[in-house]
């Protein structure tokens, strides 16, 4: 996860005697975790530190076992941590939004990829009219357009527009009929659809299969194991569908 900064934050600040180290390279950071472990360190009276980092690094605190707990997407899982099974936390699923009034139905991931990297893409470029792609994407803290660039391994153009939420990225489809929207599920306003990604709608059943490929599975791993460690875990395996996959996709 190239694009990630590493911010730490910290839960709560107290006078701790335990502190528990979790590091966090999911795309975004799971805000339903930063809740259930800040819950978690007020029952306990403990502090928790987060880092939200890029997989790569934080691959290299795995390896120097100088973290207690581990968030990886399914396919950036180290080495060291493959033969445990982990916690799976859920599925992020991300989708391409265009205007109704739009002909086209599908794209293959590579050609999204190569739009939202591309400079002033054409829908006639991908089989669509002979307009310029109005491309709307997710802010992130770091480059203010960077969603895809793990996924699509390219970094956005500068003319990709950011915004703030999945809301405002279907609201800005719907009024624009040569948009191109990508952004995690929101529900669909009456002049929005969701385009094919290699001839594969987002459903359940495809997502559950591993057959649509703009999913990122989620797993939690005991990196360091400890007392505190193991009462995080239980704390999550409680109530880990309400709280934890909240913000998330559950099969």
Not at 10 to 38: C, K, Q, V, Y
Not at 126 to 139: D, E, P, Q, W, Y
Not at 191 to 197: D, G, M, R, Y
Request: charged share 25%; aromatic share 8%; glycine share 4%.
């Amino acid at each position: 996860m190239k694009f990630l900064l590493g911010v730490t934050l910290i839960l709560p600040l107290l006078l701790a005697a335990e502190t528990l180290r979790i590091t966090d390279s999911s795309r975004s950071g799971s805000s339903a975790l930063r809740r259930a472990a800040l819950e978690f360190a007020l029952t306990q009276k403990c502090e928790i530190h987060i880092d939200r980092m890029a997989a790569e690094d934080a691959a290299k605190k795995v390896d120097a076992t100088s973290v207690d707990i581990a968030v990886f997407e399914e396919q950036d899982v180290p080495a060291k941590l493959k033969e445990k099974s982990g916690i799976f936390l859920g599925t992020e699923v991300l989708l391409l939004y265009v205007n109704v009034d739009n002909p086209l139905e599908s794209l293959s991931a590579a050609e999204a990829g190569k739009i939202f990297s591309g400079l002033r893409p054409r829908w006639s470029e991908f089989g669509g009219r002979a307009r310029s792609i109005h491309r709307v994407n997710l802010k992130t803290s770091s480059d203010f357009s960077g969603l895809d660039r793990e996924l699509f391994k390219a970094h956005p153009a500068a003319e990709v527009l950011g915004v703030n939420t999945a809301h405002d990225v279907i609201k800005l489809v719907s009024a624009d009929s040569d948009a191109l929207g990508f952004a995690p599920f929101a529900p669909l306003g009456a002049k929005v659809k969701v385009l094919k990604i290699d001839r594969t709608l987002p459903t359940l059943e495809n997502i559950k299969k591993r057959k649509y490929p703009l999913a990122l599975s989620y797993r939690l791993y005991v990196v360091k194991s400890s007392s505190l460690a193991e009462k995080f875990v239980e704390f999550l395996k409680k109530d880990l569908r309400n709280q934890v996959r909240n913000d998330l996709w559950v099969p």
